[in-house]
């Protein structure tokens, strides 16, 4: 089936330098892939929506400046995390819609633990 | 204001036998659906089942089944005979129809299934 692929899976920065988390649809093209947030023993959160050619569309209280958002292709988008900071350190999870599967299309990538130290 | 309401943060249930899984919410939004989510360990999130809010019926979808009650605003999450692979985390989620981007997630519930 559909897949969407997110690396990495772990990753330790110290305070102050950026990471990029990628995340690739297998065997579709996404259009649209949509970036979470997820604290300890919390649910998700929406960040924002990327799509492919055009600016994202971040969600209220989301710095667009801190959380960078490229949809460069309709195979590929990509978190930047600014200048991060311990309190960036969290679960990220990309998300991306297969087209003709209807509601059971929404499939998550499998996510991304970042520790800042 | 979207609100998804997961009470029981953790649960346990034998093996085999069957456990119900709470969630209920709260929307203005006329047209809406409600997801079930498995989170194992290693973090992605799988797909469970769908319930439209219009759906006459209880959606089903092998060991797991959806009881809706639109009134109460409940759709809890039932799994027929536990396996040792439930155990995991499950988010209820709900999309409003309008808005084709917007999950809102409920906060979790931890599921142990003892052998």
């Known amino acids: 089936g559909a897949v969407v692929s997110q690396h990495p899976s772990r990753v330790i920065c110290k305070s102050g330098t950026s990471v990029k988390i990628e995340c690739r649809s297998l065997?579709?093209?996404?259009?649209?892939m949509f970036w979470y947030r997820q604290f300890p023993k919390q649910s998700l959160m929406l960040m924002a929506t990327s799509n492919e050619g055009s600016k994202a569309t971040y969600e209220q209280g989301v710095e667009k400046d801190k959380f960078l958002i490229n949809h460069a292709s309709l195979t590929l988008s990509t978190l930047t995390v600014t200048s991060a900071h311990p309190e960036d350190s969290s679960f990220y999870i990309c998300?991306?819609?297969?087209?003709?599967?209807?509601?059971?299309?929404?499939?998550f990538g499998s996510g991304t633990r970042l520790t800042v130290v | 204001a979207q609100k998804i309401t997961q009470t029981q943060p953790g649960m346990f249930v034998q093996e085999k036998e069957a456990v119900t899984l709470d969630c209920t919410y709260d929307t203005s939004d006329p047209s809406y659906g409600l997801f079930w989510y498995k989170q194992p360990s290693s973090g992605e999130m799988i797909f469970l089942i769908y319930?439209?809010?219009?759906?006459?019926q209880n959606a089903t979808e092998g060991r797991y089944s959806l009881n809706f009650q639109k009134a109460r605003k409940s759709a809890n999450l039932v799994i027929s005979a536990s396996q040792l692979g439930d155990s995991a985390m499950y988010f209820c989620?709900?999309?409003?129809?309008?808005?084709?981007?917007?999950?809102?997630f409920g906060s979790g519930t931890k599921l142990n299934v003892k052998p």
């Open positions: 065997d579709f093209q996404a259009t649209t």
């Open positions: 989620a709900m999309r409003p129809l309008y808005n084709y981007n917007k999950f809102y």
């Open positions: 319930q439209g809010s219009y759906d006459q």
């Open positions: 998300s991306a819609r297969v087209q003709g599967q209807g509601e059971k299309g929404y499939t």
